[in-house]
């Protein structure tokens, strides 16, 4: 073929997903499968390679076609070695040189980017960050960090460390994130929010109240943040509780954010795409009290929609 095989490896806590383009941001083939962190990195390792010589066969592409591969992952990270060094959501994958794993298997050149950085140039190339020049995106998925945009470009920071937002930490005690209690990415993640989700089911329980979120505890032994959206959406006082303290601590942390960096455009993914206004818009209401500048600055959610982590590995796999 003429053309060009683009590949974008999107790696999270809960799910891996590789993608193809041919022309950027366009999604040719997909492939998504369980990341399962606690049995360690060699699985998922191997999934990811047969993933791709999979996507490339569907398409009768051959390796020696790739244009280039993108990998999108959580922090910590050292983008320039190429390392994944044990995010607080993949915590076997302590030191795996992901970089030259895949540029040893496909001979290709190959790249990693933390996936908040990765998100928020996807959103202001293709998504609701456009015309932006400066603005901030959230992940708010199973953790929740932020990547920087100031005067149209990236900010890394010295470290590559910027936009850590997760690691603030919003009370002296709490639920736990990015190890740490009390965390911004222990109250507002959906990993965090699952944390709240079970205390207050458990609590519930021992007073003999009922909530679907108690029903869920019994039967799964564990609460999500999709049950607690689906509860919610089913009018369960409990779950509902829940998204409003949710949205208070993520209002909190989005002041933070807007009197520091002073952006005209905070983009949120993950949580705000499931919840929507239920929790975006208590947020606002926080902001505008606390933020200084909270009138500059629109929150929304992200434009991209799902699509968005595959969008960010493929704009990984491009280069900023």
């Not at 709240?196 to 003999?208: H, N, P, S």
Request: hydrophobic share 45%; aromatic share 4%; glycine share 10%.
């Amino acid at each position: 073929m003429s053309e060009k095989a683009w590949i974008g490896v999107d790696i999270g806590g809960t799910k891996t997903a590789l993608v193809l383009s041919a022309s950027p941001p366009a999604v040719l083939e997909r492939i998504e499968f369980p990341t399962l962190p606690a049995e360690g990195p060699a699985r998922p390792l191997q999934l990811i390679k047969d993933g791709v010589r999979e996507l490339l066969a569907r398409k009768d592409f051959t390796p020696a076609e790739i244009e280039a591969i993108g990998v999108s992952c959580g922090s910590p990270l050292d983008r320039v070695a190429g390392v994944i060094q044990s995010p607080p959501n993949l915590a076997t994958w302590i030191d795996v040189p992901i970089v030259s794993i895949l540029k040893e298997e496909f001979h290709a050149t190959c790249r990693l980017e933390n996936d908040a950085n990765a998100g928020a140039v996807a959103e202001h190339r293709y998504g609701a960050g456009q015309g932006c020049q400066n603005m901030v995106f959230l992940t708010m998925g199973t953790g929740f960090g932020a990547g920087i945009i100031i005067d149209g470009r990236l900010y890394h920071g010295a470290t590559d460390c910027a936009g850590e937002i997760g690691h603030i930490r919003l009370t002296r005690k709490g639920p736990i994130g990015y190890n740490k209690a009390g965390s911004a990415e222990g109250w507002a993640s959906g990993g965090g929010m699952a944390q709240v989700a079970e205390r207050a089911a458990e609590t519930a329980r021992k007073k003999g109240k009922t909530s679907l979120l108690t029903a869920t505890l019994d039967q799964n032994h564990r609460i999500t943040a999709r049950d607690v959206a689906e509860a919610a959406q089913q009018g369960d006082a409990l779950a509902k509780q829940i998204v409003r303290s949710t949205a208070r601590r993520l209002g909190e942390a989005l002041a933070i954010l807007v009197d520091i960096v002073n952006p005209e455009r905070i983009v949120i993914g993950g949580l705000a795409l499931r919840f929507g206004e239920a929790l975006l818009e208590p947020a606002r209401a926080v902001v505008a009290r606390e933020a200084l500048a909270a009138d500059a600055c629109h929150i929304v959610p992200a434009a991209l929609d799902e699509q968005i982590g595959d969008v960010a590995s493929l704009c990984v796999a491009m280069g900023f």
